[in-house]
């Protein structure tokens, strides 16, 4: 560690610091940022981008006072070296050790533990409104980036804003670097601003609004006026947010620490809220090509991936064998078109948007657009893909209901990240998407097993006329036997479970929606060593269940179910609930009760870890399996 | 009937019409408006508003082949006089009738069944991407009005605007009458734009349109640019739009259907999204006071209630129970604040408005937001009630999960409109509420069975360190005996279900969840004269579950779960679940299986009827009680 910020133990060791020594800071955290993150993965671009923006934030605001909320929280790195959490940063995002994203438990610097995009001015909001309803005076200020003030909670907030009327700073943290087709309406409108700027008019802006900027509690209505015209004579920047009524200010240099202390300092004293435009550059600072970049590569797999550093799967994933299936069922059938927000190499886009460039759609973050732009493409006779992680996806919980499932639309959800997520933690984790799917009338739920029957499954969604969600784990594809791929290799049938292991003279059958299958697998053969003979059953279909599942729970011990989701209304409750209301009206007499036992997530939020622990921790693995197994057979 | 609205059996009929003659059928359009609309209910002053409008599309466009897309949707009534419903519009809302809300079953002028707000720009963008990549021209149509533009699906729609390079016409229906003090930046714009302009000033305006409106296919482009510039300088209205390079035009007349006719042929002739900003009046026409009153107010019950019309409750509603009970609270605790999104009256805040102003916030069709500024006054101390109808709450399942289930922060979600809504029809069902928000950790759901309890439960929320939901129903709240309030009187703690009802040596437990309890005591009765006598349990909580509930379904044949909710997901399910998961673990030997029925909606869309009939469908009611508990006894 270097010299200057091992005497950094908390904000209130830069205070006294001049603005010579915050750039050497700076400096120093941006290398404990790039050694870090190389090995264990993470944010890298964007952390990079806001290291001065951070240390002039907490040289200027108290934050154990003041209010900093971060939006997504992705960027939060130097601000948790800053707080206290430099010595456990080698650790970062792995068990016990700091998380990627904000959380109070952490730290009494954050403030709400984040990983979606658009929260932070509506919470903003929140806060400011109770500290004008309790005559309280702290600072709050709302960091968003130009990629997430999109959101449609955000607009809502801005749309909002006038509620508050006392200080509160967005900070719009504007990294986009150049005009990308995909990009929206405000990504467009910014970077006509960011092209109208030379370096000079930023500089000239930062002087123009630290000049008329007034005294505290001096005029402050008057001397906004000011600023705004003196500014808008220069710059086209204002004219989005003063149509809705936001004081805007810049745009200005993100990365020059002096210049954004002062401002922050006098924008701390207006008295209602504003937004302060900034620049940064992603992954500003690093250029591994032109300087030296065996230093920060050989300290482990370092690969960039978008914005976000990754380790080097360890084989197959999903997101990849989605990918390519998808590609080649488009090549058969131009009906098939993909849409995604903002998430086009996370979800396997990229080969599909290559080959199909006029069929593919990234909406930016804006996921209940993009559930409604694709009931549009459906209507219209198109075959619409919608790629989005399943946490994210619950951004268009109320758009799935009435505009795919009321209308009964032929949409298909290809539901990413679905199960434990691993190093993201509890934002990220797809632990409900069965339940707020299934409620509803006319979806069909499926999820592959493995890589095989990823591409059975989008042909089963490509023939159905309802729609359907497929829903797969961040995750490598499993690898089987033949005798097991063999049961694999059926056709997808609606609602068809198959038998992938069969025991002799069975008491068990273990029933796994997903791609648990292969715990389930593993869990039998283990059993089996123990002379347990189980039945191994691939449910395939959460919605509507196969009724064979239900007759295989009155037979001998019942059924075991397993799934990557949580208990609370996922595949396990479906068989009950499919138990229940087939039992009175069909049953045989006297077997009424069928005999589930169910194997899910336990309603509590797992933090981040190595996917397998948290496996673990959540009782859905091949050992929890056996064991239940071994409790049922012995009642 | 009038004599001009006979001859029109199809929007073909008006095709030939002067343009005096369409004003007159426009009258007699609103007539019979007014007429149906008192007698059944439903959305009176926006449907008079847009006649003008509606009458002047079906003129221009060609609708069979053209689409149409309503926004929200209670203002296509004129829509559907036109095309072909008149004759049954009688029946408006009623079992059999013609819906409230667009459907393309009953029509094929109808493309999506809606009632929400801001999906008509997404859905209209997805089919003009549709009819883009197919090479189709069929001109697209979304109507929006200036309360649901504001909603986030709809700005990250205008966002994503640009995707589409084809004729794409969005009509603005600004009908906002006034500055109100909660309304939000956008409409505080509007107001402003329209404050700036005069009668004359509208006129000239679609002077300027028409004039430099290009000829088929012809310097579109540059004719654009005339216009924007010809029309800038008047007006004010562009800069919103145009910072979000949207072509905008207006505003005009949205009485004047001459001129609207003109307007939408030129406009149907660009060949990119437009926005044509109209202003209509709502109510348009009708001046009850001013007029005949008695020829409207005499064919029935007949109230204004803001927008809609509703025939009186026949008693207490829940609603107004609500509003009652948290206000008083609010008295004692000061805390407390209520947050809305446009439903002030429809939540029954309007005592909570009147007498706390600055602890009132209602943030427009903004329900992502309102959840997150809840999180934000919450963290900051103060106790947010988020009074949103459970069918639009579905809007912020995402804020609910990261910024309030995440944080764990004790807001209080005071659900209205939860299960069965009547008349609105499957938009408006509040059918997943329970199973939504029951997967999140933290969470605990609770459900007043009568006005007593709603008071209790709100007292209950208010104690709590949590996240708390309360479900209630539009419906009155039922009359009980003082035997039964007696049980109901119990103060509500964490889990505790009451016993209502004690039968002699009963067999079966019915357990209720919320206002079914009614049913359910009902069925008692019933069953009781038959000689079976049943246990009454009102369960109070979906989350966490009772154990009590457990050991009941381990005695006799066991028990009947009832709720106004989907089966899947919902209490019942809830109850399975716990069975399931304590059986194996804790469970007797040989008690395994507990024994439970459950009685709860089928996964179907349950049509527009009397609340009532509803339940008798969705087989929730007393006599279904009956039923299954003969059923159970039998077996």
Redesign the interface.
Known sequence: MNKLLEQINSPDDISALSVERLKLLAEEIRELILASVSRTGGHLASNLGVVELTVALHYVFDFKKDKLLWDVGHQCYAHKILTGRKDTFADLRHAGGPSGFPN?KESPYD??????AG?SI??????????Q??N?TDKIVALVGDASI????S?????????VKRQLLIVLNDNSMAIDATQ???A??LSKVRLSQTYEDLRKTTRNILEHMPVIGKGVDDAIEKIKKSIRMALPGS??F?????PYFGPVDGHDIGSLSELFRAMSHLNRPAILHVYTKKGFGFSPAGQDPSKYHSTGPFEMNGDSVETAPSGRTFTIAFGESLSKLAAEDKRI?AITSAMCDGTGLGEFRSKFP??F?D??I?E??AV???????????R?FVCIYS??L??S???I???IS??NLPVVFCIDRAGLVGSDG??HHG??DI??T????NMVLTAPANELEMKLALEFALRQASPCVIRYPKDVVPVMSDLEMLACAQLFELSGAVAVRKGKNPQIALVSYGSVLGEALKAAETLAKDGIEVDVVNARFAAPVDEKIITLARRGKGIITIEDH????GF???V??AA??S???HGP??K???????LGAA???IEHDLRSSQFRQAGINADRIVE?TK??IN?
Request: net charge neutral.
């Open positions: 109070p403030q709400f533990i984040v990983g979606h929260t509506p919470t903003a909001i929140g806060m400011a409104l109770a500290q309803q309790e309280k999109v959101n449609g909670v607009f809502e907030a801005l749309n909002n804003l006038g509620l929206g309406a405000v467009k409108y004219r989005l003063e149509s809705l009524n936001i078109v006029d069929r759609y909406v930016g804006a209940s657009a409604d732009i694709a009931a549009g493409l459906a209507k219209e006779g198109l619409p946490t994210f619950q951004r919980f109320d758009q209901f009435q505009d009321l209308q509890p934002t632990l409900m339940g707020y299934r409620m509803m009338p949580y208990l609370a209304c396990g409750s479906a009950l609930e229940a209301s039992s009175c009206a007499k006297g009424r009760n069928a005999k589930i036992a169910v309603k509590e939020f239940k409790e049922l009642e």
